[in-house]
């Protein structure tokens, strides 16, 4: 009796680690008969690249475009967090939606019984300057839980270095390429809800 209820606990709460580094974590299941989540997005301690901090990335870019034009650093640091409310929400919600065109699954931004966090903790910005470029890229965890029970985690996903560009390597500002980060986050996640959860 007692290996059976091993066995089921394994079967029910699995981690499993893919070659594409997606991390999995948790009952996919449980969440069969939920339609809707509430999506937030934590930005917690999140790194930038290279730098120990975001507060170091920050300093350093902004120290670069102040040598060039008083003003400009400000500017990149307001257009860096604005970026997270007009670019990065609703990217995600838009291409996660989309993979459900009939309505099966949504998430949105009303009070739902049920929370789909975003906590992105690595992103690198990626570059263009014409004749050279790099992809931007995110790492991130994605959590549901329900609303009253915040510490209760009902399924984890891990996505390391998700690769974001704009299409025919029209990406020349840093938060468009990261939004597309955040598309292709959505569409990883929307494809394992499909297979997993829904199914």
């Given at each position: 009796?007692?290996?059976?209820?091993?066995?089921?606990?394994?079967?029910?709460?699995?981690?499993?680690?893919?070659?594409?580094?997606?991390?999995v974590k948790g009952n996919p299941k449980a969440?069969?008969?939920v339609k809707a989540y509430k999506v937030i997005?934590?930005?917690t301690d999140i790194k930038v690249g290279?730098?120990?901090?975001?507060?170091?990335?920050?300093?350093d870019k902004m120290k670069k475009r102040e040598e060039k034009e008083k003003g400009l650093g400000e500017k990149f640091k307001k257009s860096w967090f604005d970026?997270?409310?007009?670019?990065?929400?609703?990217k995600y919600i838009e291409s996660f939606n989309k993979r459900f065109e009939d309505g099966?699954?949504?998430?949105?931004?009303?009070d739902e019984e049920y929370i789909m966090k975003i906590h992105s903790t690595w992103v690198y910005p990626g570059y263009n300057v014409g004749i050279v470029r790099h992809n931007a890229e995110l790492t991130a965890t994605v959590s549901v839980y329900k609303a009253s029970e915040p510490?209760?985690?009902?399924?984890?996903?891990?996505?390391?270095?998700?690769?974001?560009?704009?299409?025919?390597?029209?990406?020349?500002?840093s938060g468009y390429r990261i939004?597309?980060?955040?598309?292709?986050?959505?569409?990883?996640?929307?494809?394992?809800?499909?297979k997993k959860v829904i199914k």
């Open positions: 009796m007692k290996k059976q209820l091993i066995v089921f606990l394994l079967a029910c709460f699995t981690v499993i680690q893919y070659s594409s580094g997606q991390k969440l069969k008969e997005f934590d930005y290279k730098f120990k901090t975001e507060e170091d990335f920050l300093k970026d997270r409310e007009t670019r990065f929400k609703p099966e699954l949504a998430v949105n931004e009303n510490d209760n985690e009902i399924l984890s996903l891990t996505y390391k270095k998700i690769q974001g560009k704009g299409a025919f390597g029209n990406d020349y500002n939004s597309e980060c955040y598309a292709k986050l959505a569409k990883s996640v929307a494809k394992y809800f499909k």
